[in-house]
C-alpha cells in the first residue's frame, strides 16, 4: 500500500499474532519506511535503537533514553545547501561536466520494443558466488590494493561491455554520504547517486582496468556531495521517458560479517519478510552483499525490456566470466568467453549440426517442382 505523504508519516509499524491449532502465537512486527525519509544506514540505526529500547523495557528500565542527538536531519540539510555555493560549487561541478563529457548512452540487447514510456515493473533473479571464488575474488581486490567495490564493478562493466558491444560504459551506484560523525544515529535520506564511468580497452588487462577503476571511484567520492538531481539540471541532460538519464544499470556491494541480528535481543529476531522486487528504476540493478558463505547476487530487471530466462543465462555468463577473469589477470578481459565448456559446445557443434542426406542426382529445380507437387497451396 503506497504511502500518502501529504497524510501520513514515511513511517508504517503493524502487529500481527498469528495463532497456531494448538493455541501458541507467534507475534510479528512489521516495519515500513518510505526511501523519502530512510535509507539502509538509517533501517540499521533504527532496529539498533528500537533494540535499545527493547531491552530497556525487559528489564524494567522505565527511565531509559537515548543520548540526546547533536543535529538533526534538519540541520544536515542546510549544511549540504550552505556547503555547495561558490568556488566549490564551481569545482565539483567543473569535475563531474569534464568526467562525463560526451558520455555514450548503453544499449543492452532486450527481448522487447523499448516502451515509449518507462514503466518501473521489475522482477529479480538471485544467487551466489561460490565461496572459493569469492575468497579469490577478494584476496585478487588485496593483493592489488583496490577494494573489492572497485573490482566487481569492473567484472559488471565487462559483461555490459560484452552484451552491448560498447567501450563506454556509465554504472550508477549508491553513496552512504555521511562523512561526517555527527550524521552517524541520525535517520534520514542521506545517499547520493554517484555515476562510474569505464572505458574498456581490447589491448588492457583486467589488472589494469581494476586500478584505473579504483582510481576513478576515489576520485568521484572525493567529488560525491554534489546532489545527483542538481548534476542533472547543470549538465542540461536530456530527458528521455523511456529510460533512466545518464545510466541504465545500478550497482552496489554490501559487505557484511557474523550475522547482525546475533546481537540483538533475545525475544526480537529482526529478519526481511520479503522485498517487493515488483517494480525497477533502471533497466539492471545488480545489488552484491559480501559475506562469509560467499558474495550473494541479486539481479533486478524490467520487464518491459527482458525475459526472466535471459536475466538467468546472464547470471551465468556472468559467473562463467569471473571466473576467467581471475584465472588470468593479465591477459585482455574482452577476450575472455562468455560461455561455459556446455553452452559452447551447443552453440558450435550441436547448432552446427545441420548434415541432411541430400539426393546428390537431383537438380535444385526438380526438387523445387516435387515440393510444389506436394504443398501446392503453401507459401
Known sequence: RPFDLEKEYPLRVCFYEVLDKEGESDRYVLIMMHHIASDGWSEEVFTSELDSYYRAY????????????????????????????GEVLSEKLSYWETRLSGFETLSLPTDHTRPAVF????????????????????ELAQG??????SLMLSSVAVLLGKYSGQDDILIGSPHANRDHY?????????????????????????????KDVHRDQVDAQAHQDFPFEQLLEHLSVERDLSRHPLFQVMFSLQSFGENETDTLSEYLQPAILGEDNATEKYDLSIFMDDSNTG????????????????????????LTLLERLVADVTSSYLSHSLLDTSSYRTVVHDWNATDVEYPKGETVVSLFEAQVESTPEAI
Open 58 to 85: 525487559t528489564s524494567g528500565d522505565t527511565a531509559f533514553e537515548l543520548p540526546e542527538l547533536p543535529i538533526q536531519y534538519s540541520d544536515y540539510a542546510v549544511w549540504e545547501r550552505a556547503a555547495l555555493t
Open 119 to 138: 514503466d518501473y515493473k521489475g522482477n529479480s533473479v538471485g544467487f551466489v558466488i561460490r565461496e572459493d571464488l569469492s575468497i579469490e575474488l577478494r
Open 144 to 149: 592489488q590494493g583496490v577494494t573489492l567495490n
Open 182 to 210: 555527527q550524521t552517524e544515529n541520525l535517520i534520514g535520506f542521506f545517499i547520493n547517486t554517484l555515476v562510474n564511468r569505464v572505458r574498456l580497452d581490447k589491448g588492457q588487462s583486467f589488472i589494469d582496468l581494476i
Open 295 to 318: 558474495i550473494a547476487v541479486q539481479i533486478s530487471y524490467a520487464t518491459s525490456l527482458f525475459a526472466k530466462e535471459t536475466i538467468e543465462r546472464m547470471a551465468r555468463h556472468y
